[in-house]
Antibody, heavy 119, light 109 residues
Framework: EVQLVQSGAEVKKPGESLRISCKGS????????ISWVRQMPGKGLEWMGR????????NYSPSFQGHVTISADKSISTAYLQWSSLKASDTAMYYC????????????WGQGTLVTVSS | EIVLTQSPGTLSLSPGERATLSCRAS???????LAWYQQKPGQAPRLLIY???SRATGIPDRFSGSGSGTDFTLTISRLEPEDFAVYYC??????????FGPGTKVDIK
């Protein structure tokens, strides 16, 4: 069974750093790209960026470039999303999602990680 | 950047009725690159339709997708109680590679 299991909810203060994770199982982790998607409270879905776990090649939405870093450790089938300095406006649910290399859609999603940034 | 617009914003219908959701793109989208997702409160999105008209694994045949170019449609032939949710279209393009529409909420009339 394909699963993407994300790390638990986080509560952080502005200026703090954070890394959240997404662990894939039930498939070949390096055969699918992982994207991260933001959903702010009561709002829609925003694509942030993606990584190819086979070579760690990344690309980002211009809206998120420079604000977050996406990485992966293929040895443990895990992708990461990290911030060096959180802002209150980073408060949101973050989802990881899998995309087949030849596909143009996201067929499996993680359960989401809620990040709350508040002083 | 390709911008997706969905209409209506909210669709109020009764179980058993037909739902027709629209997704319009600011420029032409390859049909292969258009997908639909369902999201229920407190849950992650779920893939319904990819390639504009192909149902994802396990999706009931009351869900169907159609369209090409800049106009795409998701149809739910007869609404079941579990179908009341928010629906997003998504396209895969160049920069940024993926964008989502703002969503259509289907709620119970």
């Amino acid at each position: 069974e394909v699963q993407l299991v994300q790390s638990g909810a986080e509560v952080k203060k502005p200026g703090e750093s954070l890394r959240i994770s997404c662990k894939g199982s039930g498939y070949s982790f390096t055969s699918y790209w992982i994207s991260w998607v933001r959903q702010m409270p009561g709002k829609g879905l925003e694509w942030m960026g993606r990584i190819d776990p086979s070579d760690s090649y990344t690309n980002y939405s211009p809206s998120f470039q420079g604000h977050v870093t996406i990485s992966a450790d293929k040895s443990i089938s895990t992708a990461y999303l990290q911030w060096s300095s959180l802002k209150a406006s980073d408060t949101a649910m973050y989802y990881c999602a899998r995309r087949g290399i030849a596909a143009r859609h996201f067929d499996y999603w993680g359960q989401g990680t809620l990040v709350t940034v508040s002083s | 950047e390709i911008v997706l617009t969905q209409s209506p914003g909210t669709l109020s219908l009764s179980p058993g009725e037909r739902a027709t959701l629209s997704c319009r793109a600011s420029q032409s989208v390859s049909s292969s690159y258009l997908a639909w997702y369902q999201q229920k409160p407190g849950q992650a999105p779920r893939l319904l339709i990819y390639g504009a008209s192909s149902r994802a694994t396990g999706i009931p045949d009351r869900f169907s997708g159609s369209g090409s170019g800049t106009d795409f449609t998701l149809t739910i032939s007869r609404l079941e109680p579990e179908d009341f949710a928010v629906y997003y279209c998504q396209q895969y393009g160049s920069s940024p590679p993926a964008t989502f529409g703002p969503g259509t909420k289907v709620d119970i009339k």
